[in-house]
């Protein structure tokens, strides 16, 4: 079955430079979640899309901003990036409940971004 | 590699009576552990972890979670369930001094009233 795709899986960025990540959702799926792990931390949430509008949003930095785009893909964009940036960036996808379909959340592999 | 499993897609329990949510881990060397909720439509919510030291884990909202080295479980638990416990719960795994964190395929868990 498919799963949830993210690219680049690795990322290697200097200060002040921008970074795009990108995640493919499950196909059907139309929500998708996007979460921070710093090193040695836990997972944060950052923000979640539902049919390409900001469904709800966490930690997200002002210099971060996503969107979800008509196929459903989300992407990203980190700016004015800082070494605390370095993380492990997941995202994963969902089929919103209705009906009491049962909504997993589905994770990709992550994209490891390293800002030097 | 690590992989973690939730055996059941849905758990139904009457409000008051207590609750499990079960997990099972598999992953090289010990493992760091935790519990994560989803309320609708929102993000992932930190409930508990265990890293060391006893194996009876107290977390947010009188969620608990016992670490079994030789079931390889961490199952979730709660002497009384609420109805606003009703939600996903996702459990997660990540090796130490790994890179990889884990998750489950989450459980829903209904609290009828």
């Known amino acids: 079955a498919a799963g949830v795709i993210q690219s680049p899986r690795h990322l290697i960025k200097e200060k002040r430079e921008t970074a795009t990540l990108k995640c493919y959702p499950i196909?059907?799926?139309?929500?998708v979640y996007w979460y921070q792990q710093g090193p040695g931390q836990d997972p944060q949430f950052l923000i979640s899309f539902y049919e390409k509008m900001q469904s709800d949003k966490g930690s997200i930095p002002d210099r971060f901003s996503a969107q979800q785009f008509s196929d459903y893909h989300s992407e990203l964009n980190m700016s004015s990036l800082e070494l605390g940036d370095s993380a492990l960036y997941f995202c994963?996808?969902?089929?919103?409940?209705?009906?009491?379909?049962?909504?997993?959340?589905?994770f990709g592999p992550g994209t490891r971004l390293l800002v030097l | 590699a690590q992989s973690v499993a939730q055996p059941e897609d849905q758990v139904n329990v009457a409000e008051g009576n207590p609750l499990t949510v079960k997990c099972t881990y598999s992953v090289s060397g010990n493992p760091y552990l935790f519990w994560y909720v989803q309320y609708p439509n929102r993000g992932l919510q930190f409930l508990l972890k265990?890293?060391?030291?006893?194996?009876l884990v107290k977390g947010s909202y009188g969620f608990e979670a016992e670490f079994n080295k030789s079931q390889t479980s961490f199952h979730l638990k709660k002497p009384s369930a609420l109805v606003s416990d009703s939600a996903l719960y996702f459990c997660?795994?990540?090796?130490?001094?790994?890179?990889?964190?884990?998750f489950g395929p989450g459980t829903r868990l209904s609290v009828l009233p």
């Open positions: 196909p059907r799926h139309d929500t």
């Open positions: 994963a996808s969902t089929y919103r409940a209705t009906g009491g379909v049962r909504e997993t959340q589905y």
């Open positions: 265990y890293i060391t030291g006893d194996n």
């Open positions: 997660a795994v990540r090796d130490i001094g790994g890179q990889n964190f884990v």
